[in-house]
């Protein structure tokens, strides 16, 4: 089993800037995309950001500029550095990871999810 951890959500102004973490532990082998998603109430679930191993990058149109996904693969760890957040920015962020895992199976979790809100 692959379990991650994120942390870093949290109350913010508009125009202010957070970081969101997520670490993976676990039966990992490999780690192929990683990424964030976020879901505001009475809306899909969107992706924000996603992160190749090779440290391509995919960005929502709403956060290009504005967001920056990084990973550390020594950590099994991405991140999402976020700035100028809009009070639309607010929602529950959920990180993603997709490998293989030790017994060369394909595995994909989901974290927890970690709270953004932004006020105007």
């Known amino acids: 089993q692959v379990q991650l951890v994120e942390s870093g959500g949290g109350l913010v102004q508009a125009g202010g800037s957070l970081r969101l973490s997520c670490a993976a532990s676990g039966s990992i082998f490999s780690i192929n995309i990683m990424g964030w998603y976020r879901q505001a109430p009475g809306k899909q679930h969107d992706m924000v950001a996603t992160?190749?191993?090779?440290?391509?990058?995919n960005y929502a149109d709403s956060v290009k500029g504005r967001f920056t996904i990084s990973r550390d693969n020594a950590k099994n760890t991405v991140y999402l550095q976020m700035n100028s957040l809009k009070p639309e920015d607010t929602a529950l962020y959920y990180c993603?990871?997709?490998?293989?895992?030790?017994?060369?199976?394909?595995?994909?979790?989901w974290g927890q999810g970690t709270q953004v809100t932004v006020s105007s």
């Open positions: 993603n990871v997709r490998g293989k895992d030790s017994l060369n199976r394909d595995f994909g979790s």
């Open positions: 992160i190749t191993t090779g440290g391509g990058t």
